[in-house]
Structures are given as C-alpha cells and as structure tokens.
C-alpha cells in the first residue's frame, strides 16, 4: 500500500474556510474524495490519511462519513477540544470510528507560542494514549521550542510533526529550525511528514534544489524508518500540482533501497496510523 500521509477535503464555504485568501483563489471550490482517487491514481498511490483544516467537531465527522464511503480515504485526522473539561467523554464517544487514527490542533495559529504547554493541553494529549490516537503536530518553526518539550513529556504517545514545521524555504533561513528539528527528532517517538514544502517555497519559481538542503536535515535527523510523504493537496496546488509535490520526494529518494521507499510512501504511515495490513482483511 503507498498511502499520501497529508490531505484535505472540503466542501468550500467563505465563512468556514475563511483562511482562503483571494491570493488562494484555486481553492475556493469543493475538494472531494473523487477528485483525489485521480490524483492519487496517476501517481500510483493507494489511498490516503485526510487531515482537518477546520477546528470543529462537524468536520471530524465530516471526514469520517467520507472514510465510511470511500474505501481511498484510509485513516481520518480529525479536530476535538483538547481543552474541554468533557475531553474524555468525547474521546470514549470518537473510539467507537475504525478510522479515526488521531487528532491534530492548529497550533500554528496560537498567538502563544508555548500554547502547547498550557495545562489544559497537556492534559488532553494525556488522555489520547487510553484511546491509541496519535497527535499531529502543526506549527512554524519559532514553536518547535514547545513542541520539544511537550514531547519529552509523553515518551508514549506517537507524535508526527507536519510539513517538516513549515521552515522558511522562500528565503533559505535554515540554521534555527535544523537544530530544533534534530533535537525533536532525538525522541523516538516522533515521525515527521514530508509535506507542505512547496508552499513555503516561491510559490511561483521555486526549484527542486530549494528543497534539498532542508530534506538533507529531517532525513538525517529521522531516518527513513520515521519519515512518511504527504502531498499536502488540494493546498499544495498554490504552488505545484500533485505529480509535482510527489516527484520531488521521488526524486530525492531515486537512490534508495526500495525497502526504505515503500517505508516511506506507505508502510511508515500505515505504522503511524495503526491501519490494517491487507493481511488483517482476509
């Protein structure tokens, strides 16, 4: 199975999906399950992890109907408050969805850049291990501070950080968010996704090569035994379409032996995720 770690549906709406800018115009239409299985078909992909781009538990459920109905969708990153004082009620209540695999926050919109550390927070990534659901982690790379130590805290929960932390590709900063990400990568049991990086690149002139220096640090910092692609679509079309997002990761790894490829165009995630081998349907 090669699984895209990283994507999106929606059902677009200016008020929900307020954070489409005009600037973001390709968006603004409706991403569905159909329009992915082309895209994952002329990239030879099997099925895919769809990620919440909206803070609420509609779109959790959302994205489960969708899973329920489309056998591509394998796996569903959903949205629950962390900090609600019900937490585990609601937690007990989304444990009864085979394909709710974990929840994910987006932190990248805290005005604190400790809000991961919060007592509340804490607290509910706690209450994740009782249920097996992973956490992904989204920020920029000024919170991975907190993001290194809110992990140390948790040596059991799976912990996989998105879009590499979204370093500054555009303008080649590197330096600050190399040593955070090998610190964090020191905890086994963080992944990190090979995501999200055209669109902190040019959107509109960026190369294969703007991308190397930052792909030479997580592939040193994690190794190929925790590293899982993601396309990161229908987002990534701001800055290249899905073949694209795919032959970069591809061409990085041309050279590699093929073990560690289909770990990470596939087994890596299914790992992460707890999805079940074609073994366990027979």
């Not at 990620?51 to 969708?66: C, G, K, M, N, R």
């Not at 949205?79 to 007990?92: I, N």
Request: hydrophobic share 40%; net charge negative; charged share 25%.
């Amino acid at each position: 199975m090669k699984i895209d770690s990283h994507q999106h549906f929606w059902r677009y709406d200016p008020a929900r999906h307020r954070w489409i800018s005009d600037a973001m115009a390709v968006l603004k239409r409706d991403f569905l399950p159909d329009d992915l299985d082309c895209e994952l078909r002329a990239s030879s992909m099997n099925g895919s992890i769809a990620v919440q781009a909206d803070q609420s538990e509609d779109e959790t459920l959302f994205l489960l109907d969708l899973a329920k109905r489309y056998p591509v969708v394998a796996g569903v990153v959903g949205w629950v408050d962390l900090c609600a004082d019900d937490l585990p009620e609601r937690l007990q209540s989304f444990s009864h969805h085979d394909k709710l695999c974990g929840f994910r926050h987006v932190v990248q919109d805290e005005a604190d850049d400790r809000f991961m550390l919060r007592k509340s927070f804490v607290r509910g990534i706690l209450g994740l291990r009782e249920f097996d659901f992973t956490y992904d982690i989204l920020i920029f790379p000024r919170q991975l501070p907190a993001a290194i130590d809110l992990v140390a805290k948790f040596p059991e929960q799976p912990f996989v950080i998105d879009h590499i932390a979204k370093p500054p590709i555009k303008t080649r900063q590197i330096a600050t968010w190399a040593g955070h990400m090998r610190e964090i990568a020191t905890a086994p049991q963080v992944f990190c996704k090979l995501s999200g990086m055209v669109t902190e690149a040019d959107w509109g002139h960026w190369t294969e090569k703007d991308f190397r220096p930052y792909l030479d640090i997580v592939f040193e910092a994690f190794g190929a035994d925790r590293l899982m692609f993601g396309s990161d679509w229908p987002v990534c079309l701001l800055a290249g379409t899905y073949g694209q997002v795919k032959q970069l990761v591809d061409n990085y790894v041309q050279n590699f032996p093929n073990p560690e490829k289909e770990r990470i165009f596939g087994s890596n995630a299914a790992r992460f995720y707890g999805l079940p081998s074609p073994a366990d349907d027979k």
